[in-house]
């Protein structure tokens, strides 16, 4: 049987008399009329959740208004804002480690030789970005290393590595044969390969995400990275952003040890402190959570 979806697409009136109808308090009609104009009805709805009485009954909790969903949502993109900082400097810096310390050890033009990698058609993949990426020359760096330079075919690794996107990055490092060369990839964070490999797995699904301006704070992570070797066998938080925010601190501290970015996270949440941390995977006393400390 085949269930044809042919609900017509309400005008604003409609959609705020709706959430009126459910128990959402409309404070300023025209202020919220502009809001559903720049954010649609369908991106908001996800943060509707922690404010009805049960999501399938689609009704609100007394008192609860359209500005407090709007409260919920901002946190979430302020969030997202922070989290890209942060991303930009760990994924600069793992670009930065492969590049250097590749071509030190072996020399500028390594990923051209296929045993420095463990599986062929990985491999393949790879040099098939590599070829588009070159043939394309979208990168002023890629046209001014063939305006100068025709041999070898493909321009040093320092400058392939900044073209190719994050995700084949991580691909290419869990690809990398020797684990000594995975090992002095990874000293600049400080920790083993099998879990940076892990950790950037995940980062590259956080930073998609964020690409996507899609809803962080209360996400159950598909992809989520392996801490129970840090945080013990009871760890039982991978799958919330809590994980990822260890994650991101780590590395952080790493890399950049002087930043006051977690000092900025933490404002944030002192600046919306009514949202529903624990839906984040933090205590509910977020203050008193031993990630601060």
């Not at 269930?3 to 709706?18: E, F, G, M, R, S």
């Not at 049960?54 to 979430?76: I, M």
């Not at 320092?158 to 090992?183: T, V, Y």
Request: some cysteine; hydrophobic content about 35%.
């Amino acid at each position: 049987m085949t269930n044809k979806y042919n609900n017509p697409a309400l005008p604003i009136d409609d959609l705020l008399q709706l959430l009126h109808s459910q128990g959402l308090r409309i404070d300023d009609t025209k202020k919220a009329t502009h809001r559903l104009k720049t954010v649609s009805f369908h991106r908001l709805s996800a943060y509707f959740a922690p404010y009805q009485t049960h999501a399938s009954a689609k009704q609100f909790t007394p008192q609860t208004s359209f500005d407090d969903v709007w409260k919920l949502y901002v946190f979430d993109r302020e969030l997202r804002l922070l989290i890209v900082d942060a991303l930009e400097r760990v994924e600069v810096t793992f670009r930065t480690a492969i590049s250097d310390s590749m071509s030190r050890k072996y020399h500028p033009h390594w990923y051209l030789e296929q045993q420095h990698f463990k599986n062929q058609h990985i491999y393949n993949q790879l040099m098939n970005q590599i070829n588009e990426i070159c043939q394309k020359q979208h990168e002023p760096t890629i046209r001014a290393y063939y305006k100068k330079y025709n041999d070898p075919k493909y321009p040093p690794s320092w400058i392939i590595i900044e073209c190719l996107s994050f995700g084949a990055c991580a691909s290419l490092f869990r690809n990398l044969a020797k684990l000594a060369d995975r090992k002095e990839i990874c000293e600049v964070f400080g920790f083993h390969p099998t879990a940076i490999t892990s950790w950037m797995d995940s980062l590259r699904y956080v930073r998609n995400l964020c690409a996507h301006h899609s809803r962080l704070w209360n996400r159950w992570f598909t992809i989520s990275p392996k801490l129970s070797y840090l945080y013990g066998k009871d760890f039982n938080k991978e799958n919330t952003f809590y994980a990822q925010l260890l994650v991101i601190d780590k590395l952080m501290q790493a890399i950049s040890p002087g930043s006051n970015w977690k000092n900025k996270l933490k404002a944030l949440f002192e600046k919306y402190p009514y949202i529903p941390f624990d839906s984040m995977g933090f205590n509910n006393e977020y203050l008193q959570d031993p990630f601060w400390v």
